[in-house]
């Protein structure tokens, strides 16, 4: 591994570029933004990479956990984006196989020939009203899902099954499902992983490239851009040829910040979303599959296996203040009520919401009465300069996860062409963070044997930091042999020594960056005010915390927990302390 730049050299660093021209600025810290940024470092373009808070903070840590070839925009005649999804899944199957896996995934259907006339209505463009879809639909959809999957994969083809099938395997499925089909898509584990592990290779491949999080834009005078730490309050001045909009939601919002005369609306955003449930029954019905079914009104919905919980989504609403996005009371109460609509005798109480996500579809602006209708394709939009403003920018606008590297590719090619250069690598084929030089399944076994003589660590304890991180888990088992380790006292599955890595070597900068995205100790429910104060302490040295400061942290990390994630009992004094100051108004 090369050496990491510390927080403060990231900064020297961009202090050093005030006054000179910078080929490229990415403002937005999501997957596409991302994805851009090391594309564009792959050709050897010094680009700088910012974000106001953290890597896939927002919409890119909010998906679904699903990578898929989406299978439903074949009936609005989205060919071409279900190609090209299936095309990147199966890529990253390939790249990321320490973090992307197959799913066997099943669709219930309540009628052999239903559909079709809407079906049709909707390919035409004639109606965009939901509706259900029977059983030669689907089939007919599966089949060319089953062409797409065949020409650059190895997955299974689709099946249908009857009834006395469909009920022998789902028992628990309501009466309306008389038939059910399954095939194979994807899902992912650690999606914010996957974001930063990008980061790391773009800068490995480019030394000159610099990714910033918690650094925001704030304005302009037209010829250089002003960020600001978040941090520290410093601020800092680039002179960018190109500017990348990957600010997803909040595009707009920084067109008409940056380059108000050129600026137009370009998004249209929905929120969408899910929840982390405990429900052994529901677990048990499901066996390792995910079902992928259409609810009351004929909305899209899912549930899936998720580390011994269960996963399930979402909503479609449309919201105009990305910033206010939160897991509404209703959206929970919608996601159990379609829930219920496949699998009626299962009650899920308000005890077993483990954990609840929300994030915001960047999709682009339009008049579409059905949000589903709404296009998750991706597209380019380019703001010429202006008299306000010197540099051209880039808007990436819509796009869905499994995307991603195609849409920075395709963003990439076009700065490049801005700048009067040309590509010089593909990453169609290139391996991704612990993803690199993984031996295949049936080599683990004899491969985590090995590793855990050599560095004499427990081979329990090996395949679990290999389950985490891939092949970079060699990096920290070279840490451990150094420098031992001792298990957390209130959750012996980490130690301390992983979690001090992870803050020195992953740009980690505040507690929740630590929680919610290098780990999944909150997505999996396993925070209790006991940890969270354990993790608080260890991180207070490196990162250079008081005691004073610390206990403010951990505050405001209780709170964005509590509000973005439902998870209001890691911190109980502050929440009793809160709720009296609000009786006495």
């Known amino acids: 591994m090369a050496n990491v730049l510390s927080r403060s050299q990231r900064l020297t660093a961009l202090r050093q570029l005030a006054g000179q021209t910078t080929p490229v600025l990415i403002v937005g810290g999501g997957i596409n933004g991302i994805s851009t940024f090391r594309e564009l470092a792959l050709q050897g373009i010094p680009a700088i990479l910012v974000e106001k808070g953290d890597w896939c903070q927002a919409a890119s840590g909010a998906l679904s956990r699903m990578i898929h070839g989406g299978l439903r925009y074949l009936e609005t005649g989205e060919f071409k984006l279900v190609k090209e999804s ?24 309540d009628s052999l020939g239903g559909g079709l006339i809407s079906a049709t209505r909707r390919f035409l463009r004639l109606s965009d009203a939901p509706a259900r879809r029977g ?70 491949s480019c030394p000159q490239a610099l990714a910033l999080n918690y650094m925001e834009v704030i304005g302009s005078d037209g010829v250089s851009i002003t960020l600001r730490d978040s941090l520290s309050g410093e601020s800092f001045s680039l002179r960018p040829q190109v500017l990348v909009n990957a600010g997803g939601a909040w595009i707009d919002n920084l067109n008409q910040r940056l380059a108000p005369t050129t600026a137009k609306k370009l998004i249209g955003g929905t929120k969408g979303s899910h929840l982390i449930v405990d429900h052994s029954e529901l677990l048990q019905m499901l066996d390792g599959e995910m079902v992928y079914f259409e609810n009351q009104e004929g909305r899209v919905c899912i549930m899936f296996p998720w580390f011994g919980k ?70 380019l939009v380019l703001l010429p300069p202006a008299a306000d403003h010197g540099w051209s920018t880039l808007c990436l606008v819509g796009g869905k996860w499994t995307t991603f590297r195609r849409f920075g590719e395709q963003a990439a090619d076009r700065v490049l062409s801005l700048l009067g250069l040309g590509r010089t690598q593909s990453s169609a084929e290139l391996a991704i963070g612990g ?37 970079r888990a060699l990096m ?27 803050i020195i070597h992953e740009q980690v900068c505040e507690l929740e960056d630590l929680l919610v995205r290098r780990t999944s100790l909150a997505i999996c429910g396993e925070l209790t005010p006991a940890l969270i104060e354990e993790i608080s302490l260890l991180a207070a040295a490196p990162l250079g915390w008081s005691e004073h400061q610390r206990q403010q942290h951990l505050q405001q990390c209780c709170r964005q927990l509590a509000r973005l994630h439902g998870l209001t009992g890691l911190y109980p004094t502050l929440f009793q302390e809160e709720t009296r100051h609000v009786s006495n108004q």
């Open 310 to 379: 269960v996963l399930i989504g979402s909503t479609d609403i449309r919201i105009d203040d990305p910033d206010a996005a939160i897991c509404e009371q209703s959206e929970k109460n919608y996601i159990l009520e379609s829930l219920r609509f496949v699998f009626p005798q299962v009650v899920v109480p308000d005890s077993a919401i483990l954990y609840s996500f929300c994030g915001v579809r960047p999709l682009p602006a339009s008049d579409a009465k059905v949000n589903g209708q709404i296009s998750r394709n991706h597209s």
């Open 86 to 109: 299936v095309t990147e899944r199966n890529r990253l199957l390939k790249n990321a196989p320490h973090y992307v896996f197959p799913l066997r995934t099943t669709v219930p259907i």
């Open 435 to 471: 993803g690199r030089d993984l031996p295949a399944p049936e080599a683990q076994d004899s491969w985590q044997r090995q590793l855990a003589a050599q560095h004499s660590t427990p081979l329990p304890r090996v395949t679990q930091l290999v389950q985490r991180y891939g092949s």
């Open 476 to 502: 920290l088992l070279d840490e451990i042999r150094q420098h031992g380790e001792q298990p957390l006292q209130y959750h012996a599955g980490y130690s301390d020594t992983e979690l001090h890595f992870l």
């Open 135 to 204: 059983a030669l639909l689907i089939k007919t959809g599966l089949s060319l899902y089953d062409i797409y999957t065949q020409q650059n994969g190895t997955m299974p083809k689709h099946q249908v099954c009857g009834k006395a099938a469909t009920r022998r395997r789902w028992p628990g499925f309501a009466q309306w499902a008389k038939y059910s089909a399954s095939y194979y898509d994807a899902w992912i584990s650690a999606p914010e992983r996957l974001g930063f592990e990008l980061i790391e290779d773009a800068e490995q």
